[in-house]
C-alpha cells in the first residue's frame, strides 16, 4: 500500500463517547483517548485517516473514517457506513468470534466517524502492528488474504480448498478461484450472513501475525434486502458447524427486547434492519444450512478481491 499523504496531524481528545468495554481495554482506548491524524490513505473509497490514540501512556495505530468523508449510497440511504461497521462489530462480539477488530463511534479531528484498531504494520511499511479499514484502507500491511485464497488450474478445488468459480486469468485462460476450507473463515462466513454482508472481498481478509483472522470493511450491511455478496460461498447450502450453532442461540437471545446488544444496535441501525437481523439468525437456526447464493443480486463482489 502505498504511503498515506501526510497532513498536519490534527488531535482531538472526545468527552463522553459511548464504548462498549472499560475505558481500559482497547475499545474504551479508542473512544476515550487522544486520537491523531498521521495520514491519509488516498486509495479508498471513502476518506480513511491513518491515526495513533493514546491515553495513560499507551498508543495503537487505528484508522478512522469521517461520516462527512462518506459517498452516499443509493441502495444504502439510511443509516452512516461508520454505524454500520460499528454495528458489525458489536454482533461478531456477541457471536463471542472476534472477528472485527475493535470498533467505536466517536467523535475526531472531523466530526463524528468510525475508529477501529489497525491491524498490521503502518502504510510506510514500519514495524509496529496492532487493527482495520476499506478497499485497500486499514491493515492492508498485515497478510491480505493470508493464504486463505488461490487460483488453481482444473475444475476441482484439491483437498482444504473449497471452490469459488471460474474466472478470467488473461489470453482467452480461466481458473478456479479457491478459499480454504478453513474453521476461522467458516464462522466468518456465517457472519457475513448474519449481518447481510454486501461486499466481502479478499482483501478484506486480514490475519495477525499470532495468526487471528479479522475481516474488515462492514459499511454496506445490515440492509433489509438479501444483499450478501462474498467470496465465501464454498459452504453454500451446507449444514452448519455444530459449534456455530450455540453462539447463534446466544446472539437470538440477546437480541430480545430491552436486552443491552439491542438497545446499542438501536442506535446504529434502523428498526426494520434490526427486525430483519432478528429475522436472519431465525432462519439460520432453523435451516442449520449456510445460505444459498440469491437469484435477484450478484452473488460474488467485484473486484473480487
Known amino acids: 500500500m502505498p504511503a ?8 482531538v481528545t472526545p468527552g463522553t463517547p459511548a464504548a462498549r468495554e472499560a475505558p481500559d481495554g482497547t475499545a474504551g482506548l479508542l473512544a476515550h483517548g487522544e486520537l491523531t491524524v498521521r495520514g491519509r490513505l488516498r486509495d479508498a473509497s471513502n476518506a480513511v485517516l491513518y491515526c495513533t490514540v493514546s491515553r495513560a501512556g499507551r498508543e495503537v495505530p487505528c484508522v478512522y473514517k469521517p461520516v462527512r468523508g462518506e459517498r452516499p449510497l443509493w441502495d444504502f ?6 454505524q454500520r461497521e460499528v454495528a ?13 477488530p475493535p470498533t467505536v463511534l466517536r467523535d475526531g479531528p472531523y466530526g463524528e466517524g468510525m475508529c477501529q484498531l489497525w491491524i498490521g504494520p503502518p502504510p510506510d511499511g514500519g514495524e509496529e502492528r496492532p487493527g ?12 491480505a488474504a493470508g493464504g486463505l485464497l488461490a487460483l488453481v488450474e482444473g475444475d476441482e478445488p484439491g483437498e482444504g480448498w473449497k471452490a469459488i468459480g471460474l474466472v478470467g ?3 482467452g485462460r480461466t481458473a478456479l478461484l479457491v478459499h480454504a476450507d478453513d474453521a476461522r473463515l467458516r464462522r466468518l462466513a456465517v457472519l457475513d450472513a448474519v449481518i447481510n454482508n454486501a461486499d466481502r472481498k479478499g482483501g478484506h481478509l486480514l490475519t495477525a501475525p499470532d495468526g487471528r483472522l479479522y475481516g474488515i470493511d462492514h459499511g454496506v450491511t445490515f440492509h433489509t ?3 450478501l455478496r462474498t467470496l465465501l460461498w464454498g459452504w453454500a447450502g451446507e449444514p452448519l458447524p455444530g459449534e456455530t450453532l450455540g453462539p447463534l442461540r446466544g446472539l437470538a437471545a440477546a437480541l430480545a427486547d430491552g436486552a443491552p446488544l439491542t438497545a446499542r444496535l438501536a442506535g446504529l441501525i434502523t428498526p426494520a434492519e434490526l427486525d430483519a437481523l432478528r429475522g436472519r ?3 439460520l437456526l432453523a435451516t442449520g444450512r449456510h445460505p444459498l447464493p440469491g437469484g435477484d443480486w450478484p452473488a460474488i463482489p467485484w473486484p473480487p478481491v
Open 132 to 143: 482495520g479499514g476499506e478497499d485497500g484502507d486499514g491493515g492492508a500491511g498485515a497478510d
Open 77 to 82: 440511504p439510511d443509516g452512516t457506513l461508520a
Open 169 to 171: 486469468v488473461g489470453e
Open 4 to 11: 498515506p499523504e501526510r497532513i498536519p496531524p490534527p488531535v
Open 281 to 283: 439468525v431465525d432462519g
Open 88 to 100: 458489525a462489530y458489536e454482533v461478531s462480539e456477541a457471536l463471542g468470534w472476534h472477528l472485527v
Open 225 to 227: 434486502d438479501d444483499k
